[in-house]
């Protein structure tokens, strides 16, 4: 069993409160970065953690600190992203509701490391009733002294609020998450400037995931290469996995970066298996924006090595036959789902929530939508699988922000990996009328002989 | 956004709008939290405000009474409100039930449930029901992806749901008939 760093705690009696929560050793950090650390040292720590940033794309944490800018007299800022719409994702609304001071601890020894007086968390509308448990934790920060004024005495300053979102995937992108902080439209800047020059109302901002903060807890406490130990290669640490779709046992797993993903799917500590105990169809290991892989190539790699749940083993093989970790989102298919289905449902999803500054994601999203949806109720034609994947290459790389490559790699995966399957739909249309047509007859491949 | 823009319909008649004096000092407390100068970062949560005392919809006279608290333009508050799928710019039922449709939870049965509930409601969705008790709205993904199938209310995630639970759920909501806001504490 791996080690929990941020789950440790949860389920333990009044934890989500102030006291059962120092009582656990909660705001350790916090003494001891502001006590015995210069901010300095504590970006060190980070660094020195190897510790990517937990939302998807797993950027490095320390290295993203390093580009603060720091013009005298300008304030600096830091913002939560805790926007999680990523579908497939609920590992943040797990940590801020179940653990709630540990955003906060980590909030606080965030800024304090990057000289930010004031700070936000960027909480999803829908989770209205989470920011609420948040709003909470943060009053009761307030009145024990971890928050306000010349905290411990130290002569640091730090005041920190919720904002509330009002549904947007877009705004997970950070700069659309800075434009609607400002009380704006969630249309991503183009970049540069970053937001670590230009962010929040112009000034430099960091904006990290909810999970990446919380990691900043243990990392200061237990020092940076303690915390590199963990995992493998530069996938160090441990990592929030939110699993969901055809497994028995859904919910949030702390895993270290180096689980097999054969043990992660099938022991009973995790997943549990594939539920009604079928065969395993397909994974989405990261999220919806991450390529959707076949089974075997989730259990192992094109090479045949078992595939690890790390950054670099599961994008082995690139979009050939690899996927990415992304946020976390973890779905499983059994083979009573349908690809063509799934895939028409994540088109929506993108068409739905592309904010619609970029022509290709705007219209592409639409586009791929229209000839999913025939395809998927029997009106396809088979040079519609080549007209989508013509479409997502048009997509992939065309527009401001991720968006537009995150609507197009899971048709290509779809497409590179389960064409026959679209083809299916377009030869017999009649098969798939009912909108749970691979329930009772799952879909199997025709084998196809060569001499 | 892209696939759903929404018009902003002036509705003549449409009953003036006021915040509540409990309203307005929740607002200044909200504008509190921005350095000065920045108050029109407030501009999302207070939309939720005025949304809820507006019986769950934003009417232009709430949105421009929401102008007016944070003294910016009309259409400063417009073109926000029709951006985030939360703001209904038109009116909702008592309970507005909003079903997420997104694959984690379609391949754990979203669209039976929809499709019961547009039975049951006798509506479609995006309808309302003729006595106006219930609204029904396919969303995307709620965060509640292994807790599948799921529909939020205000505040209220309602998860693991079958076809009976949904039936319970549904009588529930008819005997309080008490609207749920995302405010709602």
Known sequence: MGRKLLLEHIGKPGIRGLEGYRANGGYRSVEKALKTMTPEAVVDEVKKSGLRGRGGAGFPTGLKWSFLAKPPGVPRHLVCNADESEPGTFKDRYLMEFIPHLLVEGMITSSF????????????GEYFYVARILEQAIAEAYAAGWLGKNILGSGYDLDLHVHIGAGAYICGEETALLESLEGKRGNPRIKPPFPAVKGLWDRPTVVNNVETLAAVVPIVNEGGEEYAKLGIGKSTGTKLISAGGHINKPGVYEIDLSLPAEEFLMSDEYCGGISGGRPLKAVVPGGSSVP???????????????????????????????????SGGFYAYNDTACIVRSTWNHTRFYHHESCGQCSPCREGTGWMEKVLHRIEHGGGHMEDIDLLWDMQRKIEGNTICPLGDAAAWPVASAIRHFRDEFEFHVKYPTKVKDPNHFAKEPFRKEVKMYA | ??????????????????????????CRTIIARYPEGKSKSALLPILHIAQSENNGWLSVNAMDAVAQVLGIQHIEVYEVASFYSMFNLHPVGTYHLEVCRTSPCMLRGADDLITHLEKRLNIHVGETTKDGMFTLKAVEC?????????????????????PEKADALIEQMRAENKRQNYTDR
């Open chain 2, 1 to 26: 956004m892209g696939a759903t823009v929404k018009a902003v319909t002036v509705r003549e008649g449409t009953p003036p709008f006021a915040f509540s004096e409990a309203a307005l000092a929740e």
């Open chain 2, 142 to 162: 709620l965060g509640a992806c292994g807790y599948a199938p799921m529909l939020q209310c205000g505040a209220k995630f309602h998860e693991h749901l079958t």
């Open chain 1, 292 to 326: 959707i892989i076949p089974g075997e190539l989730f259990l192992k790699t094109a090479k045949g090595e078992p595939r690890l749940m790390s950054y670099e083993s599961l994008s082995d093989g690139g979009f050939a036959s690899g996927s990415m970790l992304g």
């Open chain 1, 113 to 124: 490391a990057l000289g930010a007086n004031l700070s936000y968390i960027y909480i999803r």
